[in-house]
């Protein structure tokens, strides 16, 4: 999870600083103990996910839970909008709170709105959450269902929430127990979604998968190259002797996930047009007189994660939210993360990843294009692609990318966050921020 796009994340943001590649103080678990380098993702999951240390687990979380929904017919405007805004962190004394929070209960009820138009249900529905944060979503997708949704379909569904976070988790259930009746379809599994062993057997069963501001907190690789035309290299971070700071090391590329996400990205350029092949010669020629370093940050906690999806509910929908971009982004390299903690009130954005120990949120914008790349890849599509023998490969996955104001008008109700004078901070504020849904489709043989 991560704040709010927009003005919500401008309010937070200072001024973007030229990054400088300097070591910085490892956190006290010392997960480099022994001397041994680490990957970059493993890092980023230490900083944000350790139990002992880790951003999300300190305590119930930096996610703030509202005592009631705004009321935003009742407000002017845009600076009427801020400055509500601006007294509820003030009141809260917490990071952010999530698009789900801040516009309950419409966002979550336009993300129940979609699943009961495309569910099928001849059959149980059931719906696993990923991050569910403080339990908004669950509840009020499971307010709508009760609401909305025939009674056969309330009574039956199931929903299940995987939260790597203990106190998360005990949070969820309170929001959720808010009514009564809502106990019996919803549980919380305590464990960490990307590994295979916890999703148990293979469920062929149709259920949907939601992932709101979750893909911005997945850990992500590094690689390197020193200039514009040398191979990629694999980021991996050690303890400098004697010290407890830290300092990058590069390898060739050998790890399988850092390489299959090269590949999917099509970055080591394999297919390549002659025309190509002549810029890539040029290239060659300008990284010797004026060699420029290359960084690029990968979304290798997401292709795990998916994999382990598909692996395990092969006939999931999937919905998805996040940012497409952040501002005022210092940190070098394509799709690099903001590094942000805040101290007495005030936010500050580190212009080093490896300051963040475990009181400093990470965030990635999600390249929504190459998720999708993703989502075909694992569910299989891709390898099929490669080896269609003498048929045509069918499509595995429909999947549609809409923007927040897209989706919310094709499923939400619009009306309901807009102010007075026709301002809609959920329409004109979250213009960077997007929906992806997924289904499966049949094979034809």
């Given at each position: 999870?991560?704040?709010?796009?927009?003005?919500?994340?401008?309010?937070?943001?200072?001024?973007?600083?030229?990054?400088?590649w300097i070591p910085a103080a490892l956190f006290s678990s010392g997960n480099l103990t022994g001397g041994k380098p680490i990957l970059v993702r493993d890092f980023v999951r230490s900083a944000l996910y350790d139990p002992n240390h880790g951003y999300f687990s300190k305590r119930t979380g930096p996610v703030g839970v509202l005592d009631a929904s705004i009321r935003f017919n009742q407000l002017e405007g845009r600076s009427a909008y801020m400055q509500h805004l601006d007294k509820?962190?003030?009141?809260?004394?917490?990071?952010?709170?999530?698009?789900?929070?801040?516009?309950?209960?419409?966002?979550?009820?336009?993300?129940?709105?979609?699943?009961?138009?495309?569910?099928?249900?001849?059959?149980?529905?059931?719906?696993?959450?990923?991050?569910?944060?403080?339990?908004?979503?669950?509840?009020?997708?499971?307010?709508?269902?009760?609401?909305?949704?025939?009674?056969?379909?309330?009574?039956?569904?199931?929903?299940?929430?995987?939260?790597?976070?203990?106190?998360?988790?005990?949070?969820?259930?309170?929001?959720?127990?808010?009514?009564?009746?809502?106990?019996?379809?919803?549980?919380?599994?305590?464990?960490?979604?990307?590994?295979?062993?916890?999703?148990?057997?293979?469920?062929?069963?149709?259920?949907?998968?939601?992932?709101?501001?979750?893909?911005?907190?997945?850990?992500?690789?590094?690689?390197?190259?020193?200039?514009?035309?040398?191979?990629?290299?694999?980021?991996?971070?050690?303890?400098?002797?004697?010290?407890?700071?830290?300092?990058?090391?590069?390898?060739?590329?050998?790890?399988?996930?850092?390489?299959?996400?090269?590949?999917?990205?099509?970055?080591?350029?394999?297919?390549?047009?002659?025309?190509?092949?002549?810029?890539?010669?040029?290239?060659?020629?300008?990284?010797?007189?004026?060699?420029?370093?290359?960084?690029?940050?990968?979304?290798?906690?997401?292709?795990?994660?998916?994999?382990?999806?598909?692996?395990?509910?092969?006939?999931?929908?999937?919905?998805?939210?996040?940012?497409?971009?952040?501002?005022?982004?210092?940190?070098?390299?394509?799709?690099?993360?903001?590094?942000?903690?805040?101290?007495?009130?005030?936010?500050?954005?580190?212009?080093?990843?490896?300051?963040?120990?475990?009181?400093?949120?990470?965030?990635?914008?999600?390249?929504?294009?190459?998720?999708?790349?993703?989502?075909?890849?694992?569910?299989?599509?891709?390898?099929?692609?490669?080896?269609?023998?003498?048929?045509?490969?069918?499509?595995?996955?429909?999947?549609?990318?809409?923007?927040?104001?897209?989706?919310?008008?094709?499923?939400?109700?619009?009306?309901?966050?807009?102010?007075?004078?026709?301002?809609?901070?959920?329409?004109?504020?979250?213009?960077?921020?997007?929906?992806?849904?997924?289904?499966?489709?049949?094979?034809?043989?």
């Amino acid at each position: 999870m991560a704040p709010a796009f927009s003005a919500h994340v401008s309010a937070l943001r200072r001024g973007a600083l030229c990054a400088r590649w300097i070591p910085a103080a490892l956190f006290s678990s010392g997960n480099l103990t022994g001397g041994k380098p680490i990957l970059v993702r493993d890092f980023v999951r230490s900083a944000l996910y350790d139990p002992n240390h880790g951003y999300f687990s300190k305590r119930t979380g930096p996610v703030g839970v509202l005592d009631a929904s705004i009321r935003f017919n009742q407000l002017e405007g845009r600076s009427a909008y801020m400055q509500h805004l601006d007294k509820l962190y003030k009141k809260h004394d917490i990071a952010w709170f999530t698009p789900v929070e801040l516009f309950k209960p419409w966002y979550a009820y336009a993300v129940a709105a979609s699943i009961l138009r495309t569910a099928n249900l001849s059959i149980p529905l059931k719906i696993y959450e990923i991050g569910g944060g403080s339990g908004t979503c669950a509840k009020c997708i499971l307010d709508y269902m009760m609401l909305n949704a025939p009674p056969k379909v309330y009574n039956d569904m199931k929903y299940i929430s995987v939260e790597i976070s203990s106190s998360l988790a005990e949070k969820q259930l309170e929001t959720v127990g808010e009514v009564q009746s809502h106990l019996s379809k919803f549980s919380v599994e305590h464990r960490d979604a990307t590994n295979r062993p916890g999703w148990g057997r293979k469920d062929p069963l149709p259920c949907w998968v939601l992932m709101l501001e979750v893909l911005d907190n997945l850990p992500h690789d590094l690689v390197y190259s020193p200039d514009q035309v040398s191979p990629w290299m694999e980021v991996w971070i050690e303890k400098i002797n004697g010290s407890s700071q830290a300092s990058e090391i590069y390898k060739p590329l050998q790890d399988p996930l850092i390489s299959r996400c090269v590949e999917i990205i099509g970055m080591n350029g394999d297919k390549v047009s002659v025309s190509e092949k002549l810029a890539f010669a040029a290239k060659g020629v300008l990284s010797k007189l004026f060699p420029k370093p290359r960084r690029a940050w990968l979304p290798t906690g997401c292709l795990k994660l998916m994999d382990t999806l598909h692996q395990a509910l092969p006939s999931m929908s999937f919905i998805a939210s996040d940012f497409s971009y952040l501002p005022d982004v210092s940190i070098p390299g394509d799709r690099a993360p903001l590094v942000s903690s805040k101290k007495d009130g005030k936010t500050s954005d580190h212009r080093n990843y490896l300051d963040a120990q475990g009181d400093a949120d990470i965030f990635f914008p999600t390249d929504f294009r190459l998720l999708e790349q993703i989502d075909h890849h694992c569910s299989g599509f891709s390898k099929e692609q490669k080896n269609p023998g003498a048929f045509k490969p069918v499509k595995k996955r429909r999947s549609i990318i809409l923007d927040t104001a897209a989706f919310m008008e094709e499923f939400g109700l619009p009306l309901k966050t807009r102010t007075k004078d026709g301002y809609n901070p959920l329409l004109d504020d979250f213009k960077n921020t997007k929906f992806y849904l997924s289904v499966p489709t049949h094979n034809r043989k």
